[in-house]
């Protein structure tokens, strides 16, 4: 926009300076003047408008899976079995792997048991008391409620506990790692301590991610919805539609990017 009006001002200025320096004889001569005026081109000026400019950035890009997942065993025992194997689709929900945990079990026969037998003194109490409230005290009920409450909650976490020992995969999606096989002792990845090794990895590829490093002098041109297209060599350079959906707002000191 700066140069269309320089221009301008250029041509103006010409044409002023010559109109003074004429000689005043040249005016009085219609013939000499319109003879003068056929030897100027003629030029056409227009009103600038302020338009948006496109430019291209043509960076490298990193495809990753949507979401990428290395699962590991929530409890300790043997691996009695796996159904899955690598290049296996998967669904959300469905059970990779059994883990065989023979105390887990019976902590839950424990407590399914201890909580039935609760639950039932509480009923009959409870009844008793409806039906006769002289014969027992409320205190009573309350006490025997309270622990059938009580049993109740340890029954639920050992029944989480027990949900463990079955592996789900998190979300639909390919299984593209097997780590172990059948009969493997199992740790429990509960904390860093432990020497857990992982089961599977699972990828979900029916949406991807583009991650590119914009040159610190662009990067306040991307912004989020900026569009972009996609060239995969991969694909035949199939010209993909995307657009620009976060940013760190960080710059990396290493790449400058």
């Known amino acids: 926009m700066r140069i269309v009006l320089l221009v301008v001002s250029l041509v103006v200025l010409l044409a002023v300076g010559f109109w003074v320096q004429k000689p005043p004889a040249v005016e009085s001569n219609p013939s000499v003047q319109a003879k003068d005026s056929a030897s100027f081109p003629e030029v056409q000026v227009v009103k600038p408008l302020r338009r948006d400019i496109a430019a291209i950035l043509r960076v490298p890009a990193t495809v990753s899976p949507y979401h990428q997942t290395t699962l590991y065993a929530k409890v300790s025992g043997y691996l009695k079995s796996i159904r899955v194997d690598k290049g296996d689709r998967v669904r959300q929900g469905e059970v990779l792997a059994v883990i065989e945990a023979p105390e887990i079990n019976q902590q839950y026969e424990q407590a399914l048991s201890d909580y039935t037998i609760k639950k039932v003194t509480y009923e009959r109490l409870a009844q008793v008391w409806k039906e006769a409230p002289d014969v027992i005290a409320k205190q009573d009920v309350d006490v025997a409620q309270a622990a059938a409450d009580a049993s109740r909650h340890l029954l639920e976490q050992r029944q989480t506990w027990l949900d463990y020992t079955q592996v789900r995969a998190p979300y639909g999606g390919i299984v593209t ?81």
């Open 177 to 257: 790692a097997r780590f172990v096989d059948p009969g493997a002792m199992i740790q429990a990845a509960t904390s860093s301590a432990t020497q857990a090794v992982p089961l599977f990895t699972i990828m979900d590829v029916s949406r991807l991610r583009l991650y590119v490093n914009v040159p610190q002098e662009d990067a306040t041109f991307v912004k989020k919805g900026t569009p972009a297209t996609i060239l995969i060599r991969e694909s035949g350079m199939k010209a993909l539609e995307a657009t620009v959906t976060r940013s760190t707002q960080a710059l990396d000191p290493g790449t400058r990017t």
